[in-house]
């Protein structure tokens, strides 16, 4: 026997409380009519219901006990133990039928077979992974009554399980759904173990025989970048219940002590990187080719010109896009400071800075005069004010002013290597001066002049950037992380908007 389900229940009540039409019953129950139709056909297939819907005497019993008395099953069935473990375990499979597949011959732990494949048989050779002593056979205990109900019950609770996901997969809720989930209730009550004194209902338990089990080894198809349960590969379920991981559990305890199954298994996996990577590739050059795409659109054709920048400005949108938490806006902004180092580097290296006639008295005054000196170049450019992320430390800035004037030579070499290494906060200082000091002829042509006029809080913005890419503390900005996100691309495309000014990059070539 078995007990009822809730849908059998609930129905089963409303017919014995006269509520019999099933689409009188789904709006009771919020259920789908046709839904409700099947309940009532299965109860009167099982005498539950007389043909008017009616409750017969059975199906009053049904209501009191909650049980629905059937006739036993009898079931005729193959068990599988495993022979590797000492006690000869059960599998949580059975069959029906045995399918044998013809072995051509054994050569020690290689087996030639040949297999039909839709009418086109082909070789295979298998490897026998060991214990595969056909004397193991008659070493292992004959299973007893409750381990095969309990393989049985296994085998058949995965199958509906199996049919279950498969149907609710659907849009919509089917029969078929229905009779899956019903099913799999059934199966905790249906294969309880029952007293001692009826376990004789499993006869003709015979001594266990050896048999090769065929499997094989594939590429995981459902593999994901993300993925940290699947280990790439699996091993096919010979039983029909694909996916599974009873298979994969067991080649997975074998690797362990045996090699060669492990080097095999490590060659899949390879396989697999290889694959990932071929695929990776080819996704990142159709981002990269949509990325331009929309640079290009944005920025006009010129930006091919300048690949560096170009480079800066996918490895920011790869970051952007990437980004799952407000931990990942670090990197967009590091990507941001990237971009302008770059701009400034090339700001300092195309117009390089004349050291301004400045009276500097000695002393601790000095840095108090640099930081007005630099305030007052940033007001002639339109910026709004100069914040401590370029006036905090002067120190080295002064020196090279000091040097500018009195060794001209030295400080044509620092200048270039600020040009291949210095931060935003070292460089951005000679370019104030390049750009506001009438002392360089070129002063009034400066790209810096335009990018104050576009963005005049941009030397604030970059103290917030420089902060976000920290994360010490969120600035002045209270954003979400897709506004932080996009603000950061704003500032990325003014600084490309700036390097179009300067002279083009030379062509790359690629070495040999």
Known sequence: MHHLNIFEKVVLGL??????????????????????????RQLKDSGQLDASAVPTRKGLRTVATGRVDEEAE?????????ASSPAGELWPRTATNLDFQPVQRVRGTDADLRLDSAGHPRKETAYLVPPCDQARAGELPAPSADQIIHAVAAHRGA??????TQFNQAAEPTLAAYEAEQELQALHTEFAMPPEEQVNRVWDIRPPTSEYLLTWLELNAETTEGSSRSPGWRARDPFGLDPGLMLQQLVLSHMHSDQRLSKAVSHLTLALDDDLNHRYRKIARAVRERSEEQLVQQLGDRIRSYPSMLDLLFGLEDAAARMASNADIETVARETVRVYEHLFRRLVDEYRPVAPNWQMQQGAGVARILREHLAECAARLGFSRVPLLISGNLREFGEGLATAQSNPAKFTKQISALVKKGSVKELAPWAL???????????????????????????????????????????????????DAQWCRELALDAARTVLDLSPEPERTSAR
């Open 15 to 40: 017919c014995r409380a006269g509520v019999r039409q099933p689409d009188a019953i789904a709006r009771r129950i919020h259920q789908n009519t046709e839904l409700c139709a099947y309940v009532i």
């Open 74 to 82: 009898l079931v005729v069935t193959h068990v599988f133990q495993d």
């Open 159 to 164: 199958l509906a399980e199996r049919r279950v």
């Open 433 to 483: 001066v390049a750009a506001a000091s009438p002392d360089n002829p070129e002063y009034l042509q400066h790209p810096l002049r335009g990018l104050a006029e576009r963005r005049p809080n941009l030397l604030t913005e970059l103290e917030q950037v420089n902060s976000l890419r920290n994360r010490g503390s969120h600035g002045d900005r209270d954003a979400s992380t897709s506004d």
